[in-house]
């Protein structure tokens, strides 16, 4: 058992890696749940606990699977974002690969958060080999600056459909920005997946949204009878009311980087979507300033002393281009466009594009966005843009 503290409620509570588990017929919708991913979040796990215990001492009736995990188990009792590496940041195929073929190694010189991570891995693949129905994975969060509560996702047309059931904004096109989230791995194996960033790390209003999410999510996910929801209209209303001033669609079009977290400090007063212009100064990174190159939004802005991204910059996006998006997709128009001379399908890979740099220069990065490959890396003459899923 680790304890969890919760500033925001002066309360500390003692939880396992399940917070809850509550398995009906494998053939029905399965909801997954991650609580404390980063250690100085605790919120989404104080809404687990109060959601899970709800539903045992009323004796809810689930028409589906739940599954709430704790996840930093090393980190959360010491209130710190990571231990030795970010959880967050280390979900990729190569670490994951390496940690399965090496498992004896996971002695006390490993990093802490292997071992999380190899624990989460095996829990995950337990509930993926028991259940058949529809999958959805969740990952509760909150930020360090001020923010109403928001919708992360990568740019698949299952996760768009599944998050704009919420009244709360959706970010598109973080895995063009970070190497290794949970569920950039979620989505690699084609189920959907949502982030939940329920307001800043503190504030009670932040475990009073996770809680409203959660019991959506479960509701939405035909997990759950309205019946067995007595508070429904006052869960959404309480979404509507804290993403009141956001309802639109964004995409991340900049991510400022820190190596050095001693040497960055955010300017104060920056709440996430707060509009930003030309050349105004956001932040001092190695005794520079640090200024915006252009008009938009600002995104996550960093007031603590551990993680790597200083800052976002994100941008609505307009509602023609969704839908010219979601035809493009479900008319596959990507078949088309490998047939033209220097583009190709990944044979390794059907979701991964290969581009010649030199065909790369009249196509602008939007259309491959349109189509989902969000994702772009170059080797030699190519660039390879890779999306989420088939569809």
């Known amino acids: 058992m680790s304890k969890v503290f919760s500033k925001a409620l002066e309360r500390e509570i003692e939880v396992d890696r399940y917070i809850g588990k ?19 979040e605790p919120s989404g796990v104080f809404a687990l606990d109060v959601v899970c215990n709800h539903i045992r001492s009323e004796h809810l009736d689930l028409k589906g699977n739940f599954y709430a995990l704790a996840g930093n188990l090393c980190a959360l009792p010491e209130g710190e974002r990571f231990c ?40 995950i693949k337990y509930i993926l080999n ?25 740019d698949t047309m299952a996760n768009r459909r599944f998050a704009r059931k919420f009244p709360v904004p959706t970010v598109l096109g973080i ?19 949502l982030g939940f960033e329920g307001g800043q790390h503190d504030e ?55 190596l050095d977290n001693n040497s960055f400090d955010m300017n104060p007063g920056f709440e996430s979507f707060d509009m930003i212009k030309k050349n105004q100064h956001l932040a001092n990174y190695k005794n520079q300033k640090v200024k915006a190159e252009k008009d ?16 976002f910059v994100i941008r609505e996006i307009p509602a023609i281009w969704l839908k010219l998006s ?24 059907s979701k991964t594009i290969v581009v010649n740099r030199n065909i790369a220069k009249y196509l602008s990065n939007e259309l491959f966005h349109l189509l989902g490959f969000r994702r772009k890396t170059g080797s030699g003459d190519f660039y390879r843009f890779t999306r989420r899923e088939q569809i």
């Not at 929801?229 to 820190?258: C, M, W």
């Open 326 to 349: 979601s035809l493009l997709r479900k008319i596959k128009f990507e078949a088309l466009l490998v047939l033209l001379p220097g583009i190709s399908r990944d044979s390794d890979n």
């Open 84 to 123: 030795d590496v970010d959880l967050n940041r280390i979900w990729n195929g190569k670490s994951i690969s390496d940690l399965e073929k090496n498992t004896a190694s996971l002695n006390g010189q490993a990093r802490k958060e292997d071992r999380q991570m190899l624990e989460l891995l095996n829990e």
């Open 175 to 193: 895995e063009e920005f970070l190497d290794g989230p949970l569920l950039s791995y979620i989505n690699e194996i084609d189920h959907i997946a």
């Open 296 to 311: 938009g939004k600002i995104f996550m802005p960093l007031y603590q002393k551990q993680g790597e991204d200083g800052f």
């Open 22 to 40: 509550f398995e009906n017929d494998p053939n029905s919708p399965t909801v997954i749940m991650f609580g404390g991913i980063h250690g100085n």
């Open 130 to 154: 028991r259940n058949k129905g529809e999958f959805y994975f969740i990952d509760l969060h909150t930020t360090s600056s001020q923010s109403c509560p928001f919708i992360p996702i990568n």
């Open 204 to 258: 009670k209003s932040a475990i009073h949204n996770h809680i409203a999410f959660i019991g959506l999510a479960l509701l939405y996910s035909n997990c759950i009878s309205k019946n067995e929801i007595p508070d429904y209209k006052t869960y959404l209303q309480n979404l509507k009311e804290a993403g009141r001033k956001e309802r639109g669609i964004y995409e991340i079009v900049k991510r400022f980087e820190v």
